[in-house]
C-alpha cells in the first residue's frame, strides 16, 4: 500500500500512471473533472488524506443519486471507474485497465475463497490448457465460489452432493443447455481439484451428471441471403467498420473461433502464402487456412485505414484507448450481434447470435455443396471429428431426402379423437 497521500498528490500520480494507456484528450478531461468532483467531497467531509472507507461511501451516494434519477448512467460510471483507479494506485501502486463488475455483483469477499480461487486458476495455468478453455474454467470457479459464499459456507468441506445439484439448478437458467455440457466439465475440473488438494473430504465430481439436455441439437446458421444483409449493414467509411467487416468476414468465410479472431497476430498471417497460421485456444492443435481475397483485403484496409498506431502484435484492437486487443466473450459478441441488428436478422427472442451463428454458416454451406466431414472438421479444426456430425442438422434440403412416409402405417380412426 502507497503511503498515506493528500487525495491531490494520489489524483497526479494516477493520472500519470495511466499515461501509458494513450487515453485520449477528451477522455482525460472526463477523468480531471470526475477527480475533481471528489476531492470537493473529501474537503466537504474534512478529509485532505486519501481513505478507502470514505471513497466507497463517496461512491455509494452516488449510486443512490442514480438510482434516484438524480445522476445520469454515464456520470454514475465515471465516478465509478475514476475512484477505482484511485483506490488500485493507493492499494498497488499502479493501475490495471479492466471493466468493473456490474453493481451488486462485487465477487469474492473472503480471503478463503479468494486464495482458493487463485490456487486454482494458478494451476490451470501450468496444466497447460488452452487460454480458451482456462477463462472458461476460470469463470466457472468463479461463481460456484461466489455461490457458495453466498449461502454463508465457511468451508468447502461442508458441501454435500446436494449442493452441487443446487448450483447446477441455479446456473441452468443462464445458459443454453447446449453450452451447459462445457458448464459442467468446468464443473467437474473444479470438483476434483478441491477433493485432490483436501479441499473437501470426498470427490464431488460424483453429483454431476455426465450430460445435460439432448445433443441433438439445430445449430443456429443465417441463410445467404442473411449473410449479404448483414455484410452490407456494416458501414466501412469509419474505422469500426473496417475493422467490424474483416471480424465477421474470418468468421463467415474461413470459420474462425472468436477466441482465435481476437488472439489473430499481425505475423500469424502470411501474404506471401495468402494462408493464416494459427494455434488454436482451444484444441492447442495448428490450423492453416487460406486467405481468400475478400478477407484479405478486408484486413488490408483494416490495417492501413482503421487500426489505431499501436505496437500490440494483435491484429484487432479496441477503438479507443487502451488500444488491447477485444475480448472474446463481450466484445467480438457485441460487434457480430450490433450488426445483425442494424440487417434485421435473427432478431426475435431465444434466436442465438455472434460469431458461432458465421461459423456454424460456413460448415452448413461446405455441407449443402456436399464438401465432405472430414474436409468440414479439417476446415473448422475440429479436434473430434464427431464434433462436425452436429452440422448435419443444418442440411434441411438433404434431410428431406430422409423423411419416411406413412403409407404402410394405419390409423385407427378412433385414435385421432
Not at 339 to 362: P, V
Not at 388 to 398: C, K
Request: contains cysteine; neutral net charge.
Amino acid at each position: 500500500m502507497i503511503e498515506q497521500l493528500s487525495v491531490k498528490d494520489l489524483i497526479v500520480q494516477t493520472r500519470e500512471a495511466i499515461a501509458p494507456l494513450h487515453h485520449s484528450k477528451s477522455t482525460l478531461w472526463q477523468y480531471d473533472y470526475a477527480w475533481e468532483q471528489l476531492c470537493l467531497y473529501f474537503i466537504a467531509h474534512d478529509c485532505s488524506s486519501f481513505s478507502i472507507e470514505l471513497a466507497d461511501r463517496y461512491v455509494g451516494e452516488a449510486r443512490e443519486k442514480y438510482e434516484q434519477g438524480e445522476l445520469k448512467e454515464w456520470k454514475f460510471k465515471l465516478i465509478r471507474k475514476t475512484t477505482d483507479m484511485l483506490a488500485q494506485f493507493h492499494e498497488n501502486g499502479c493501475v490495471h485497465w479492466m471493466h468493473l463488475p456490474k453493481w451488486g455483483s462485487q465477487g469474492l469477499r473472503g480471503q478463503y475463497f479468494i486464495d482458493i480461487f487463485a490456487t486454482y486458476v494458478l494451476k490451470l495455468r501450468k496444466v497447460g490448457y488452452g487460454d480458451g478453455t482456462v477463462e472458461l474454467y476460470h469463470l466457472v470457479a468463479k461463481k460456484f465460489l461466489e455461490y457458495v459464499e453466498d449461502r454463508n459456507v465457511k468451508n468447502l468441506d461442508q458441501l454435500t452432493p446436494k449442493d452441487i445439484v443446487l448450483f447446477i439448478s441455479a446456473i441452468s437458467g443462464s445458459y443454453q443447455p447446449t453450452s451447459m455440457s462445457t458448464i459442467l466439465s468446468g464443473l467437474r475440473s473444479f470438483t476434483r481439484f478441491a477433493a485432490q488438494t483436501g479441499l473437501t473430504s470426498s470427490d464431488l465430481t460424483v453429483a454431476i451428471p455426465k450430460a445435460f439436455g439432448r445433443k441433438t441439437i439445430l445449430i443456429p446458421t443465417i441463410t445467404a441471403k442473411e449473410e449479404d444483409l448483414m455484410l452490407a449493414a456494416v458501414d466501412r467509411t469509419t474505422m469500426v467498420g473496417k475493422r467490424d467487416f474483416a471480424i465477421i468476414l474470418l468468421a463467415l468465410r474461413l470459420g474462425l473461433r472468436s477466441i482465435d479472431i481476437v488472439r489473430l497476430k499481425l505475423d500469424d498471417i502470411k501474404w506471401t502464402t495468402d494462408s493464416i497460421s494459427i494455434i488454436q485456444q482451444k484444441t492447442l492443435r495448428r490450423l492453416e487456412v487460406p486467405l481468400l481475397a475478400d478477407v484479405g483485403n478486408a484486413i488490408i484496409d483494416y490495417l492501413l485505414h482503421g487500426r489505431p498506431e499501436s505496437n500490440s502484435p494483435y491484429v484487432f484492437l479496441r477503438s479507443q484507448a487502451p488500444y488491447k486487443n477485444l475480448s472474446p466473450r463481450s466484445g467480438l459478441y457485441a460487434v457480430v450481434a450490433s450488426d445483425m441488428e442494424r440487417a434485421g436478422i435473427r432478431q426475435e427472442a431465444g434466436q442465438r447470435r455472434g460469431t458461432h451463428c458465421l461459423r456454424h454458416s460456413l460448415a452448413a454451406r461446405l455441407l449443402a455443396e456436399e464438401t465432405p466431414l472430414p474436409v468440414i472438421s479439417s476446415v473448422l479444426g475440429h479436434a473430434n471429428k464427431d464434433s462436425t456430425r452436429a452440422y448435419l442438422s443444418t442440411d434441411s434440403e438433404h434431410l428431406r431426402h430422409c423423411a419416411l412416409g406413412l403409407d404402410g402405417i394405419e390409423v385407427a380412426a378412433g385414435a385421432l379423437l
